[in-house]
């Protein structure tokens, strides 16, 4: 499946012709394998059969020094499910020809935060410029296949780097990216299901340190807080918190000149830059509010109680959704 999130870009970027995909670049896959046609005469360009039970995940990206590719990630078949594919195979998307593979193997580094967990993973890609240079990062999600873990990497082809950026217990997938603190840089914004809070949704902004595209010492990757004992990242974990079971955070949409985020789906919800509900008028400063959710969200975890989540002292500390 092709995959799309929301982006706030440091300043609006126009996309020259040269990087939009040529209009026979359209490609889709079926249970027999891999397809592109040509849009204009519905030719055939190329197929690549799947063989077993292989699955693939695919972004179309615009990747400097090869211009517009097909970045895919198959996965190794295993019985009726698949395990985690660890190669990015980067192809031109009119040939399949190779013209490069990343190693994925550092998402062992997140495998190892769910040692009770085999490695049957699925794989989502996504395309996105991090850093506003006109050439894409590719974001790789990893989400378990029957249970709950879930892990994110971003390769950086400038570099080339690949870093573990975010760790889950619940499907958690890329959303978008903003500068929420006013650093210049963009944060990366996660959401999904966190399975052991009664469903409820978790949605985390990820501070990325170092910047993409910058060199230097990778920290570890953040984690959501209900991951029981081990931590929760704080130094690259910019924010997390939890919001109504009902929120399906279908998409994202960031509206920079408020400063807020809005999750669409079957019901509508919004956040500021900090995580919080935009409408919510306590008392608390900043700080205050940020202190007590992290004191709540520690009390659930430990007592697994997601009711204290709908106590009144929880005000303002869960989104809600309208």
Same mark, same amino acid.
């Given at each position: 499946?092709?995959?799309?999130?929301? *982006?706030?870009?440091?300043?609006?970027? &126009? *996309?020259?012709?040269?990087?939009?995909?040529?209009?026979?670049?359209?490609?889709?896959?079926?249970?027999? /394998?891999?397809?592109?046609?040509?849009?204009?005469? /519905?030719?055939? $360009? @190329?197929?690549? !059969?799947? &063989?077993?039970?292989?699955?693939?995940?695919y972004a179309e990206a615009?990747?400097? /020094?090869? =211009?517009?590719?097909?970045?895919?990630?198959?996965?190794?078949?295993?019985?009726?499910?698949? #395990?985690?594919?660890?190669?990015?195979?980067?192809?031109? !998307?009119?040939?399949?020809?190779?013209?490069?593979?990343?190693?994925?193997?550092?998402?062992?580094?997140?495998?190892?935060?769910?040692?009770?967990?085999?490695?049957?993973?699925?794989? #989502?890609?996504?395309?996105?410029? $991090?850093?506003?240079?006109?050439?894409?990062?590719?974001? *790789?999600?990893?989400?378990? +296949?029957?249970?709950?873990?879930?892990?994110?990497?971003?390769?950086?082809?400038?570099?080339?780097?690949?870093?573990?950026?975010? +760790?889950?217990?619940g499907h958690h997938y890329?959303? =978008?990216?903003?500068?929420?603190?006013?650093?210049?840089?963009?944060?990366?914004?996660? =959401? %999904?299901?966190?399975?052991?809070?009664?469903?409820?949704? %978790?949605?985390?902004?990820?501070?990325?340190?170092?910047?993409?595209? #910058?060199?230097? &010492?990778?920290?570890?990757?953040?984690?959501? !807080?209900?991951?029981? %004992?081990?931590?929760? +990242?704080?130094?690259? $974990?910019?924010?997390?918190?939890?919001?109504?079971?009902?929120?399906?955070?279908?998409?994202?949409?960031?509206?920079? $000149?408020?400063?807020?985020?809005?999750?669409?789906?079957?019901? &509508?919800?919004?956040?500021?830059?900090?995580?919080?509900?935009?409408s919510w008028s306590g008392? @608390?400063?900043?700080?205050?509010?940020?202190?007590? #959710?992290?004191?709540?969200?520690?009390?659930?975890?430990?007592?697994?109680?997601?009711?204290?989540?709908?106590?009144?002292?929880?005000?303002?500390?869960? /989104?809600?959704?309208?």
């Amino acid at each position: 499946m092709l995959a799309t999130a929301a *982006i706030w870009l440091l300043d609006p970027i &126009k *996309i020259p012709e040269e990087r939009r995909p040529p209009v026979y670049n359209f490609v889709f896959e079926s249970e027999e /394998g891999l397809y592109a046609n040509d849009l204009e005469t /519905g030719d055939p $360009l @190329w197929q690549e !059969p799947l &063989k077993g039970t292989t699955k693939t995940s695919y972004a179309e990206a615009h990747i400097a /020094g090869f =211009g517009t590719v097909l970045a895919v990630v198959f996965e190794e078949p295993d019985f009726d499910l698949s #395990r985690a594919g660890k190669t990015l195979s980067l192809l031109d !998307p009119t040939t399949l020809e190779s013209y490069d593979e990343v190693s994925l193997d550092r998402v062992e580094q997140c495998f190892k935060v769910f040692p009770d967990y085999s490695e049957f993973y699925r794989t #989502r890609l996504y395309a996105v410029d $991090l850093d506003g240079d006109r050439s894409d990062e590719i974001v *790789i999600t990893y989400t378990h +296949a029957p249970n709950l873990p879930a892990c994110s990497l971003i390769y950086e082809p400038k570099l080339p780097r690949v870093r573990p950026v975010y +760790a889950s217990l619940g499907h958690h997938y890329f959303q =978008g990216a903003a500068d929420l603190d006013d650093d210049g840089h963009l944060e990366v914004i996660f =959401g %999904g299901i966190s399975n052991r809070v009664s469903w409820y949704r %978790g949605i985390a902004a990820v501070d990325l340190e170092p910047a993409v595209g #910058r060199p230097g &010492k990778v920290l570890p990757p953040a984690r959501a !807080p209900d991951l029981d %004992g081990r931590g929760s +990242a704080e130094e690259t $974990l910019l924010w997390f918190t939890y919001t109504e079971p009902d929120c399906t955070l279908d998409c994202l949409h960031i509206d920079a $000149l408020r400063g807020r985020l809005e999750f669409r789906g079957s019901r &509508k919800l919004f956040l500021d830059r900090h995580g919080f509900q935009p409408s919510w008028s306590g008392a @608390w400063n900043m700080d205050e509010r940020q202190e007590a #959710r992290k004191r709540v969200y520690a009390e659930v975890r430990t007592e697994r109680r997601a009711a204290l989540l709908t106590q009144k002292r929880c005000q303002g500390l869960v /989104g809600r959704t309208s």
